[in-house]
């Protein structure tokens, strides 16, 4: 028997999230992990990449649960009735916050690589990378965490909680992972960074001539 209302539709709406999450996030992670192959030719990058943005929305669930399911600090944003978090958040999240994440994480890379294919070290390279995105970056991650830490003061708990967890995601993507993990990561891998296997050579571009040492060697003192 049909049966309408308010539950009903809630009901059936939680039910297509439920079985849609999983898809949409399997589709976002591959579509990604394919896009940074093609851009740096590199399969360490695009596995590194995914990992990243993941660990940085793990991270921003695990404050949005912490807070709003278990009420650890709810008082701070004016939480009241905590226990659970709207259906919609995770998904509508993720999606937000990887598009995010990995904007920062592009931006950075790009400059890597590009150091790289100057000519310079791994290691210098993403010394170098770092340097000259890190005001960008940082000026970005101020203007929009300012803007969802907004969100959170607002009365309504769907605003609040979707506040918190855009906030602190962006937060901890500009400094933990891109300040510290990105770099610390790609410098411990050293050249295997660019790893390309054969069959995807076909994706390899003629390496840039190198430039000259004079001006190698006044980037790489500069970085450090």
Not at 106 to 116: D, G, L, Q
Request: aromatic share 10%.
């Amino acid at each position: 028997m049909y049966v309408g209302g308010n539950l009903a539709s809630s009901e059936d709406f939680n039910a297509q999230l439920h079985h849609a999450i999983v898809p949409v996030i399997l589709f976002v992670l591959v579509l990604a992990f394919v896009l940074m192959l093609l851009a740096f030719r590199s399969v360490t990058i695009a596995i590194v990449s995914v990992l990243l943005n993941v660990l940085s929305m793990s991270a921003a669930f695990g404050v949005m649960v912490a807070v709003f399911q278990h009420g650890w600090g709810a008082g701070l944003v004016g939480a009241r009735g905590v226990g659970a978090i709207e259906s919609w958040i995770p998904l509508f999240s993720f999606v937000i916050l990887f598009g995010l994440s990995m904007d920062y994480h592009v931006f950075v890379v790009s400059r890597i690589r590009e150091a790289y294919d100057r000519g310079l070290s791994t290691r210098d390279a993403v010394a170098h990378g770092v340097r000259i995105s890190a005001g960008v970056v940082t000026s970005a991650a101020v203007i929009m965490v300012t803007v969802f830490a907004v969100f959170a003061t607002l009365s309504m708990t769907t605003f609040k909680q979707l506040g918190v967890g855009l906030a602190v995601a962006i937060l901890l993507d500009a400094t933990v992972v891109r300040g510290v993990l990105l770099p610390s990561v790609l410098a411990a891998l050293g050249d295997r960074t660019w790893w390309l296997p054969r069959w995807l050579s076909f994706l390899a571009v003629p390496p840039a001539e190198p430039a000259p040492q004079e001006h190698l060697t006044e980037v790489a003192a500069g970085d450090r």
